[in-house]
């Protein structure tokens, strides 16, 4: 049994049988014959027992597809990229009669009050993107399937996935510069420590390693504000210059651009600046802004596919879904 206050979830009893939720599910909601192993469905039952785990009884009769709603979870509705993954996920949600509800974290990336309080009974599943997975915490869990986007797909006892490259996305942009001649780098990283960005500054170092490239990493919150900030910290501190700023998200090299008009450095003929996300401000900023595209429509339409699987016993797969370099003005050769 545990001890404390904090009750324990299907999340623990994943974790401590080593499946995935999805697996719980079944096993607690007796349908998992024929679907998972007598030895994997004892594990589960046992880890259950041990942590004291009971499942919401509202909750239980949901994932029998009694309301056919889901609930995706973003860190703000204010960001072109998540209202382009919820119109995937509901045109999927559409075409099976579901609906779904969004519901932003109200602090962007921290913990959001349950919505639904008392009443789980309102929803099937859930589908959260990685930024906004604090919020999870306080969302009542009551072995509700789980599918999330950005997510690092080899968690243990994780839920079902759907990701970008963003690894191959960032490798893409970064071979792009070093073909136009640039050997000195800086990284405009987004202050956000989640596995999507982890990838994107892990890629960015081990290919500006190989090549012999100086590279020199800034943190940023997500905000042109804070982005002109750290873009000026770069482009006027010690040591030489930079002639390409890599940035996280678009909106990141929005506020790249602005420090080098302020500081009367030319882009692209001083300092090449790239971008990731391709929002319509990629073709807004004057010159426009090299960047790598994501489908997010398709990340939120294979984000209801895969909770439709799981809802449904059956495996969802990983997704990992290719992006594309868009080169525009705001890249170009390296300055003599």
Request: charged fraction near 20%.
């Amino acid at each position: 049994m545990t001890t404390g206050s904090a009750r324990p979830t299907s999340r623990d009893v994943a974790r401590v049988a080593g499946v995935s939720q999805a697996t719980v599910s079944l096993v607690l909601g007796d349908k998992w014959r024929g679907r998972v192993s007598e030895r994997t469905a004892g594990a589960v039952r046992e880890a259950a027992v041990t942590l004291g785990y009971r499942p919401n009884l509202a909750a239980r009769s949901l994932r029998l597809g009694s309301t056919r709603t889901a609930l995706l979870v973003v860190p703000a509705l204010t960001h072109e990229y998540f209202a382009r993954v919820y119109a995937g996920a509901a045109r999927v949600a559409a075409a099976h009669d579901f609906g779904v509800v969004l519901y932003p974290s109200p602090e962007g990336t921290g913990i959001a009050r349950d919505p639904f309080g008392s009443a789980r009974a309102a929803i099937d599943g859930m589908i959260a993107s990685s930024m906004a997975a604090d919020a999870l915490a306080n969302i009542g869990d009551g072995g509700l399937p789980l599918v999330m986007l950005d997510s690092d797909p080899d968690a243990p006892g994780g839920a079902a996935t759907v990701n970008l490259a963003v690894a191959d996305g960032i490798r893409q942009v970064t071979r792009h510069l070093l073909g136009l001649g640039h050997r000195r780098f800086a990284h405009l990283a987004a202050d956000v420590d989640t596995w999507t960005f982890r990838v994107r500054a892990e890629a960015v170092e081990a290919e500006l390693r190989s090549a012999g490239a100086l590279l020199r990493t800034e943190r940023s919150a997500l905000d042109t504000g804070a982005a002109r900030r750290a873009a000026e910290r770069v482009l006027t501190g010690p040591g030489p210059r930079p002639t390409a700023l890599l940035c996280d998200g678009d909106i990141l090299a929005a506020g790249a651009c602005k420090a080098a008009r302020g500081l009367g450095i030319d882009v692209p003929g001083d300092l090449s600046v790239t971008g990731f996300d391709d929002l319509s401000l990629a073709t807004a900023l004057d010159p426009e802004l090299t960047t790598v595209r994501l489908p997010a429509e398709e990340v939120g339409a294979r984000g209801m596919t895969a909770l439709l699987a799981v809802l449904e016993g059956r495996p969802p797969g990983l997704t990992e879904l290719p992006v594309e370099l868009i080169p525009r003005a705001s890249s170009g050769p390296a300055p003599r």
